[in-house]
C-alpha cells in the first residue's frame, strides 16, 4: 500500500490550502480514512476522518474551518483547510484503517497504513 501527500506549503494567517492523499495498492473505498498531523515536540493528532460513507468527523479546534472528502473512483482524500492559524503548522499525514468496527478517529494505532507527510507552515 501506499498513500502520497500533497499541497502542503507556507501560507498566510488567514488563508486557505487544500491537501491531497494518492493511494494505491488497496482497496481503498472499503477503508476509513483520515488526516493527523504532528507539531515539533508534540503528539500525533487527529484531525479529521472519514468512513467508507463519507461521514466526517473533526476535532474541535478544526470544525468549521477544515473539511474532509474522499473520491473513491480516483483513490484519493482532501483536507480543505480554511482560515488557518499559527498553530495548525504541522506536518499533516493521511492514513487508512481497515474499517473492520468503531474507530477512534484521534488513536494513530487504529490506521494500519501511513503517508510520508506534508509540511503547512502558518505564519505572516
Known amino acids: 500500500a501506499q498513500l502520497v501527500e500533497s499541497g502542503g506549503g507556507l501560507v498566510e494567517p488567514g488563508g486557505s490550502l487544500t491537501l491531497s492523499c494518492a493511494t494505491h495498492?488497496?482497496?481503498?473505498?472499503?477503508?476509513?480514512m483520515a488526516w493527523f498531523r504532528q507539531a515539533p515536540g508534540k503528539e500525533r493528532e487527529g484531525v479529521a476522518g472519514?468512513?467508507?460513507?463519507?461521514?466526517?468527523t473533526y476535532v474541535d479546534s478544526v470544525k468549521g474551518r477544515f473539511t474532509i472528502s474522499r473520491d473513491n473512483a480516483l483513490g484519493t482524500l482532501y483536507l480543505r483547510m480554511n482560515s488557518l492559524k499559527p498553530e495548525d503548522t504541522a506536518t499533516y499525514f493521511c492514513?487508512?484503517?481497515?474499517?473492520?468496527?468503531?474507530?477512534?478517529?484521534?488513536?494513530?494505532?487504529?490506521?494500519?497504513?501511513w503517508g510520508q507527510g506534508t509540511q503547512v507552515t502558518v505564519s505572516s
Open positions: 492514513a487508512a484503517s481497515l474499517c473492520l468496527g468503531p474507530i477512534n478517529y484521534s488513536d494513530p494505532r487504529d490506521f494500519l497504513y
Open positions: 495498492g488497496f482497496p481503498y473505498s472499503g477503508y476509513c
Open positions: 472519514i468512513d467508507t460513507s463519507a461521514t466526517s
